[in-house]
T-cell receptor, first 116, second 115 residues
Framework: GAGVSQSPRYKVAKRGQDVALRCDPI?????LFWYQQALGQGPEFLTY????????KSGLPSDRFFAERPEGSVSTLKIQRTQQEDSAVYLC??????????????FGPGTRLLVL | AQKITQTQPGMFVQEKEAVTLDCTYD???????LFWYKQPSSGEMIFLIY??????QNATEGRYSLNFQKARKSANLVISASQLGDSAMYFC????????????FGKGTTLSVSS
């Protein structure tokens, strides 16, 4: 079936604007993760959903960041009052959610956010 | 806390040669998983290979193999017969055994394959 999709692929925002980034996980995948990847760095964890429940949001950098997955499939990452330091690639990943460490996370193409 | 270290910012290899990308990790967990991902310039993270901490055999997937040395806490990726399309950023990552545990990534190694 289709892989993880994300939209938009690119987003330019003026400082102070709100943005919403969408993730469509692989159908049937219970687990969904958001990561932030700064230029030249590895991805860093933001938040994790199991179905519609947000079980871990310890990686969200500030209360300007908010994520939801209301029906347990599509997820939206919202950033309020964007700042220049929010410029990064935002990656979404999904996995089956039925097993442990061996479970592979499949990533979407990412949304490249540039805050001017 | 878990940590991944990739000490090679960039590696260069000629087509058809083999190359090893280094990865060391730090964890106090007894059970964990190790992963390698490829990220081409398009940005998508592509899963390559997985090694579980209790796996006795080194993982292999086509031209990719993982040289797992548990006592040394290393999980090096070996790419045999390099191809031009292998040019990309490569990330080593690990996660704990519990479902829902996030991946911890290293800083990555840029691999350049020349003809």
């Amino acid at each position: 079936g289709a892989g993880v999709s994300q939209s938009p692929r690119y987003k330019v925002a003026k400082r102070g604007q709100d943005v919403a980034l969408r993730c469509d996980p692989i159908s049937g995948h219970v687990s969904l993760f958001w990561y932030q990847q700064a230029l030249g760095q590895g991805p860093e964890f933001l938040t994790y959903f199991q179905n519609e429940a947000q079980l871990d949001k310890s990686g969200l950098p500030s209360d300007r960041f908010f994520a939801e997955r209301p029906e347990g499939s599509v997820s939206t990452l919202k950033i309020q009052r964007t700042q220049q330091e929010d410029s990064a690639v935002y990656l979404c990943a999904s996995s089956l959610g039925t097993s442990g460490a061996q479970e592979t996370q499949y990533f979407g193409p990412g949304t490249r956010l540039l805050v001017l | 806390a878990q940590k991944i270290t990739q000490t090679q910012p960039g590696m260069f290899v000629q087509e058809k040669e083999a190359v090893t990308l280094d990865c060391t990790y730090d964890t106090s967990d007894q059970s964990y998983g190790l992963f390698w991902y490829k990220q081409p310039s398009s940005g998508e993270m592509i899963f390559l290979i997985y090694q579980g901490s209790y796996d006795e055999q080194n993982a292999t997937e086509g031209r990719y193999s993982l040289n797992f040395q548990k006592a040394r806490k290393s999980a090096n990726l070996v790419i045999s017969a390099s191809q031009l399309g292998d040019s990309a950023m490569y990330f080593c990552a690990m996660r704990g055994w519990q479902a829902g545990t996030a991946l911890i990534f290293g800083k990555g190694t840029t691999l350049s394959v020349s003809s």
